[in-house]
């Protein structure tokens, strides 16, 4: 099992950037399968962007697609959420996620497919 702490939430004013990060602690990160996901007040919990455990294949939710990139360091323990060209539709508190997988090519959009979540980090887009 790992514990997942994010940072690198804050303010932003529309069209900016900001660089989230997830820290992972555990011995088994090097087989974690990772994700983004964000909830807004109100809404629903929304899937961000994934990243396979081999760091191969990444892929988006559709609203993100073309503005964020999420990376992945293992020798670091750590994934990464750049966010580039926000919106206030971007604002939420954005959360990590992992799963430990046995297939280097697992991928998860939906929160329940996960086993281990951070606490989240606040991101607010606004002028």
């Known amino acids: 099992q790992v514990t997942l702490v994010e940072s690198g939430g804050g303010l932003v004013q529309p069209g900016g950037s900001l660089r989230l990060s997830c820290a992972a602690s555990?011995?088994?990160?090097?087989?974690?399968?990772m994700g983004w996901f964000r909830q807004a007040p109100g809404k629903e919990r929304e899937f961000v962007a994934g990243?396979?455990?081999?760091?191969?294949?990444?892929y988006y939710g559709d609203s993100v697609k073309g503005r964020f990139t999420i990376s992945g360091d293992n020798a670091k323990k750590a994934v990464y959420l750049q966010m580039n060209s926000l919106k206030p539709a971007d604002t939420a508190v954005y959360y990590c996620?992992?799963?430990?997988?046995?297939?280097?090519?697992?991928?998860?959009?939906?929160?329940?497919?996960?086993?281990?979540w951070g606490q989240g980090t606040q991101v607010t887009v606004s002028s």
């Open positions: 990243i396979t455990w081999s760091g191969g294949s990444t």
């Open positions: 555990g011995r088994a990160f090097s087989s974690y399968a």
């Open positions: 996620a992992g799963k430990s997988v046995i297939s280097p090519l697992w991928t998860g959009r939906s929160w329940s497919q996960y086993d281990a």
